[in-house]
């Protein structure tokens, strides 16, 4: 009778997935590159902690937070937008992806210059660009970043994955063989972690793009501009989200630099980082949602509702290993780790539950096309977390930044869940199909 029941549950749930091709099959894809990027990510740091000073290690990993905010900045909401939007340009998909990179890129290397100037003019005590060479590492990886970006989501946009996947799988691969070749030729100092960054975005662009026979040159042509200017409302808005939703986590290594020290910095990046990799999963799903719901909207609630349930409990997991074997991970990457970080980070974990339904509320917006409205919340939520993570570090140390963290995360989360709540009572009251943005108004 139990194997009647087991087997009608499979069936069951087979069925379930089938109605959601597209979703599984990309979030899949996304999550596959996501896991393998993640070990590949802790042998990459795990070298870095074993072959370079704590200090060191602690300020480039500041200065990549840095590097991945400007990206953030520069890519302005537009390559988030190219995920909901290619699908309803069908021919003139690679001129807007030409033109999305364009005005990234240019963006970028503005605002790298702008920080490296300031950062000399000031002579901060943080120390981050001491000298040319990283400063050149820094702009050019600023550069870069956007084209990574937008590309990977023109292939989301596009619905291959797949070949996202690919250039992941690629860039960690790259990153870590270049840092170790790095450290076997002597070259301990930032500017050596940031190059095999740099170098290996570079790589995984050209390779995936040989591997999938011209993949992403594909993706771009002649650049269409006033495409992208009519398109200019939405663009602000994704950005706005983007910005408002996403900005704290990645300053985070800096803050922790800033605030406490390179050292703590350096025993807080691998635990971040677990954090930061574990996070993509249901940010994978989330974003997913984007496009798959635009394409097929009759399955806009199946679909959220099976992406939300398994990201929560993939977040469970994720939040009961970290706080079961943190001062375990630390140990792995340097044993001087556990000693300067203690258990203060055992709780960093149960933010996971927070940022998942936080990212499911940034697509249901998004296909509501009611960004503009969502960001002044997740920008209330940023400030909330800025706040707390700064009095926390003040009153705490590292263990009050990480509660601060955790519980301003988690506040947003709860707040978010009522949104999520109340969208999806309403879509069950509703007897009719109708479009997407009127199943989900917020």
Same mark, same amino acid.
């Given at each position: 009778?139990?194997?009647?029941?087991?087997?009608?549950?499979?069936?069951?749930?087979?069925?379930?997935?089938?109605?959601?091709?597209?979703?599984?099959?990309?979030?899949? &894809? =996304? !999550? #596959? /590159?996501?896991?393998?990027?993640?070990? %590949?990510?802790?042998? +990459?740091?795990?070298?870095? *902690?074993? @072959?370079?000073?704590?200090?060191?290690?602690?300020?480039?990993?500041?200065?990549?937070?840095?590097?991945?905010?400007?990206?953030?900045?520069?890519?302005?909401?537009?390559?988030?937008?190219?995920?909901?939007?290619?699908?309803?340009?069908?021919?003139?998909?690679?001129?807007?992806?030409?033109?999305?990179?364009?005005?990234?890129? &240019? =963006? !970028? #290397? /503005?605002?790298?210059?702008?920080?490296? %100037?300031?950062?000399? +003019?000031?002579?901060?005590? *943080?120390? @981050?660009?001491?000298?040319?060479?990283?400063?050149?590492?820094?702009?050019?990886?600023?550069?870069?970043?956007?084209?990574?970006?937008?590309?990977?989501?023109?292939?989301?946009?596009?619905?291959?994955?797949?070949?996202?996947?690919?250039?992941?799988?690629?860039?960690?691969?790259?990153?870590?063989?270049?840092?170790?070749?790095? &450290?076997?030729?002597?070259?301990?100092?930032?500017?050596?972690? %940031?190059?095999?960054?740099?170098?290996?975005?570079? *790589?995984?662009?050209?390779?995936?793009?040989?591997?999938?026979?011209?993949?992403?040159?594909?993706?771009?042509?002649?650049?269409?501009?006033?495409?992208?200017?009519?398109?200019?409302?939405?663009?602000?808005?994704?950005?706005?989200?983007?910005?408002?939703?996403?900005?704290?986590?990645?300053?985070?290594?800096?803050?922790?630099?800033?605030?406490?020290?390179?050292?703590?910095?350096?025993?807080?990046?691998? %635990?971040?980082?677990?954090?930061?990799?574990?996070?993509?999963?249901?940010?994978?799903?989330?974003?997913?949602?984007?496009?798959?719901?635009?394409?097929?909207?009759?399955?806009?609630?199946?679909?959220?509702?099976?992406?939300?349930?398994?990201?929560?409990?993939?977040?469970?997991?994720?939040?009961?290993?970290?706080?079961?074997?943190?001062?375990?991970?630390?140990?792995?990457?340097?044993?001087?780790?556990?000693?300067?970080?203690?258990?203060?980070?055992?709780?960093?974990?149960?933010?996971?539950?927070?940022?998942?339904?936080?990212?499911?509320?940034?697509?249901?917006?998004?296909?509501?096309?009611?960004?503009?409205?969502?960001?002044?919340?997740?920008?209330?939520?940023?400030?909330?977390?800025?706040?707390?993570?700064?009095?926390?570090?003040?009153?705490?140390?590292?263990?009050?930044?990480?509660?601060?963290?955790?519980?301003?995360?988690?506040?947003?989360?709860?707040?978010?869940?009522?949104?999520?709540?109340?969208?999806?009572?309403?879509?069950?009251?509703?007897?009719?199909?109708?479009?997407?943005?009127?199943?989900?108004?917020?």
């Amino acid at each position: 009778m139990s194997v009647d029941r087991a087997w009608t549950a499979i069936i069951r749930l087979r069925r379930e997935f089938r109605k959601s091709t597209a979703l599984v099959m990309n979030s899949g &894809a =996304l !999550a #596959v /590159g996501t896991i393998a990027a993640a070990g %590949l990510g802790f042998v +990459y740091w795990w070298l870095a *902690a074993r @072959l370079f000073p704590p200090e060191l290690v602690g300020n480039a990993a500041a200065l990549l937070s840095v590097m991945g905010l400007v990206g953030l900045l520069a890519e302005a909401g537009i390559g988030t937008m190219l995920v909901g939007e290619i699908i309803r340009n069908p021919g003139k998909e690679r001129g807007l992806v030409a033109a999305a990179a364009c005005v990234g890129m &240019a =963006l !970028a #290397v /503005g605002l790298a210059l702008l920080f490296v %100037l300031v950062n000399a +003019y000031l002579d901060s005590s *943080a120390g @981050l660009i001491g000298n040319w060479s990283n400063g050149v590492a820094f702009i050019l990886g600023c550069g870069v970043t956007p084209l990574g970006i937008v590309a990977d989501q023109a292939f989301l946009g596009n619905l291959r994955s797949t070949n996202r996947m690919i250039r992941q799988v690629l860039f960690s691969t790259s990153k870590l063989v270049l840092i170790a070749a790095a &450290a076997a030729g002597g070259y301990i100092f930032n500017a050596a972690i %940031l190059l095999s960054w740099v170098a290996g975005l570079l *790589a995984s662009i050209i390779g995936v793009d040989l591997l999938t026979r011209g993949g992403v040159r594909h993706l771009f042509g002649p650049p269409d501009f006033q495409l992208l200017h009519s398109l200019r409302s939405k663009v602000f808005d994704h950005y706005a989200l983007d910005v408002a939703s996403m900005a704290p986590a990645v300053i985070m290594p800096f803050l922790v630099l800033t605030l406490l020290s390179p050292a703590i910095n350096a025993a807080f990046v691998p %635990l971040w980082m677990l954090v930061s990799i574990a996070s993509m999963i249901p940010a994978a799903l989330a974003t997913a949602l984007f496009p798959v719901v635009r394409a097929s909207p009759k399955q806009s609630r199946h679909n959220f509702l099976l992406s939300l349930m398994a990201s929560l409990l993939y977040s469970l997991f994720c939040a009961a290993f970290i706080f079961t074997y943190s001062q375990e991970v630390l140990a792995v990457f340097n044993p001087a780790y556990p000693e300067i970080a203690g258990s203060s980070l055992r709780f960093l974990g149960l933010s996971l539950l927070g940022s998942t339904l936080k990212f499911h509320a940034c697509t249901l917006a998004r296909l509501n096309d009611t960004m503009r409205k969502a960001s002044r919340w997740f920008a209330l939520g940023g400030v909330l977390e800025l706040c707390f993570v700064v009095a926390g570090a003040k009153l705490g140390g590292l263990e009050g930044l990480v509660l601060g963290w955790t519980l301003s995360v988690s506040i947003e989360g709860l707040c978010a869940a009522l949104i999520l709540a109340n969208a999806m009572n309403r879509a069950a009251c509703r007897t009719d199909e109708r479009p997407t943005a009127s199943l989900f108004q917020m």
